[in-house]
């Protein structure tokens, strides 16, 4: 009895089995964009989020003033148009007549204005506020102009208002202390619902002033396993995917039927000093380190070479050829005489702090950096660390060295102000206060001319490669796999996943 | 006062001791819900911006007043508020619970019904290769990690035949019993694989013991037949061990089996957890852990009861 029994639950659970496989794939619409990512948004306010999936999410529901296009070009959003006075100290927006929020009203300038009020208001707890001190006080002398009127000339305003922590969002909703827990942005789609850690569902908003939308809407499931994003993407379950790992991304072009984005990223992948800690105060010290580092080496072992060689500039518009940088070609004999002059040539010990899976070559990175600086007598102990815990850590300078993925910004200002002007937020992190290079930011921050800036910021590049605070590695691929059914999706240095907006999917 | 009231009366202290480990615990690991929400962005706020924060997330009071307010809450059946989640603590884990008990139970059944028939072949054929080739087989399901077996599947399953379980949102049995069958099955076979060869290798030995008793070498020499003396007489006395065994495995499942929903995405408790251990969701982790252990306790009283009704000369009490 026992055995027809047993063999009636193994009969059973085969048949489940085939059942199973029998009843999967099965195409939730031919017109609904089925997408997956292994990492899900923490939250729906866009002014308070600042992690990168909770940014993909929010930038097909919210839209700012303005946006970046995949040439980092700054173009129309909720704006039509937008200039700066003579002076440098009025910043003007004619906004959409048609532009509306998801409930029907109308996008109007007091929708801007209170918007910005919320970001600058510290009970808000928005970290961009730090990128809008100049603002002094927003006019609205009717429905679709907007003037920011600024305390001093600020030209990298312009890029930070295209984040998303500076979308504009309903004045009704902000009374209402709504945002975060209901959703009614102007982009191109609404969020119809939200499972934390497990699916989105969003349906086409068919009132974007912004133009016809290529699907009827997107469903995102959460799949915190990379492999099994690969697989579903294989079995056709889901038509496009956001991939972080350059080693499942690399596999994807073998597959028939599949297609790999692969956009250069102008985020950063670096090795930060903390040259407040001996022997990291002294120069020769910080330059020998540079000069023992294979940067190439670094790329190739623990990325596969998908990437390129990186100066502190990842802009495509201001980058310059790092090749021409203090110590980008490998001298070991150079950095152990810089040693030696410093006063270490037996070397010495430090550790260097990495986040577990963040990214996911952090690992990878630590130990090639560890080989090759062993090379000089550096003997470098490898902290592997829960990511909130090496932010921790992080955040109050806590280390020797840290192997960091830092995001870039659209401007350099933006971008390195936080670290090396005297006044940066993250001078604590970055322990590194030089006269040349805050008034080098500060200057490129002031100056309007785009030639006259990139001269500046080449000048800054030069001269923190030099000084060596940080040893700026290599930059990376962002990377989206799809269907080739998929077309139209234009892949954004900054993982912008805006231009799902204009993706159709063939029958 | 019985041992069935004893016990009960012993749950709400555990339960305390628990959840105070666990609120003390989370608080220790440096970070907190300011730095899982802005990540190194949290660098940039100013004193007052973080301090609004801290009131948004409920960390604005040191520890022992945060602590009070959450055991006052507790009393009044109120586990507070997950801020993932923007929903009642309760509500979120009732949510998800339905998925982890139906993977816990599948993957029980699937064991048992391999493990125990598997473990008394091995025995009744001690010593011949088939009860060698059993004996290889567990134990390469014990060593086994069950992310290895189910990356395995998972390759297998869409390079080798094009097909992948539904993945991401969960079908609920009663709602389409064949998606939630077919969802649920690959999970439940890599949980289950290592589960079922614990339970061979353990029903083996109890069974082996068993046989060697003198009341079976009687029931043997009355003329019992073999199959008799192996199903009627020794199994159910080498079923102790395998009920104590299921008991500590299904109470470890029924706190999700993280790796599993990992892999197979699979919205369970397990997932959930980690998840808010990563968010800093304190509410969420420190109700979610109190459930778990609850579950646990229940699982472990109901093994007790089992003892009884599988052997009545046991008499509980305490030891």
Known sequence: MVKQLTKKLLSSIALAALLGTAAISTPVSAATLRMAWSQDATGLD?????????????????EPLVRLDAGLQIVPALADSWQFSADGLELTFKLNPKAMFQSGAAVTSADVKASFERVLDEATGAAARANFLSIAGIDTPDATTVVFKLSHPDAPILAAMAGMNAAIVPASEIAAGTIGTKAIGSGPF????????SKEVLVANQDWAGGAIGVDGIDISVLPDETAILAALRTGQIDFALLNDPLVATLVPREDGLQLNRMPSIDYHVLQLNPSREPMTQLGVRQA???????????????LGEGKVTGPLTIPAFASDPSQLFCYQRDVEKAKKLMADAGYAGGFSASVIAATGEPATAA????????QLAEIGIKLDIKMMELNVYIDAWLKGDFDMAVALNGGRADPYTMYNRYWTKTGNLQKVSNFADDTLDSLLQKGRVETDPAARKVIFGEFEKDISEKSPWIWLYSSYSYTAQQKTVSGFVPSPTGSLFSLSSVTIQQ | MNYLTRRLVTFPFVLIGVSSLVFVAIRMVPGDSITAMLGTDAGLLTPTQREALAVYFGIDQPWFVQYGRWLLGLLQGDLGISVTYGKPVFE?????????????????????????????????????????AVRIVAMIGQSTPSFVLGLLIIYALSAGFGVLPIMGEFSPLWQDPLANL??????????????????????????????????????????????????RHALPNALIPVVTLSGIEFGYLLGGAVIVEQIYALPGLGRMVLGAILQRD??????TVLFIALNFMIVNLLVDLAYFALDPRIRLRDR
Not at chain 2, 282 to 287: E, P
């Open chain 2, 282 to 287: 304190y509410a969420l982790v420190q109700g």
């Open chain 1, 289 to 303: 380190i540079s000069c023992a580092i294979d940067r190439q080496d670094v790329l190739d072992t623990a990325s």
């Open chain 2, 92 to 132: 979120v884990i009732l949510k998800r619970f339905p998925l982890t008990l139906e993977l816990a139970l599948l993957s029980m059944i699937i064991a048992l019904s391999v493990g125990v028939p598997a473990g008394v072949f091995a025995a009744t054929h001690n010593e011949r290769p088939s009860d060698l």
């Open chain 2, 182 to 231: 077919s969802q649920l099955i690959f999970p439940a076979i890599t949980l289950g694989f290592a589960f079922a060869a614990s339970v061979t290798r353990i029903s083996r030995s109890a069974m082996l013991d068993i046989l060697s008793e003198d009341y079976v070498r009687t029931a043997r020499s009355k003329g019992a037949s073999s199959r008799s003396v192996t199903w």
């Open chain 1, 364 to 371: 990878a990175e630590a130990q090639v950096i560890q080989s």
């Open chain 1, 46 to 62: 866009p002014h308070t989020q600042t992690a990168f999936s909770s940014i993909r999410l929010l930038e097909l529901i919210y």
């Open chain 1, 190 to 197: 609404k969020l119809e619902s939200w499972d934390p850690n």
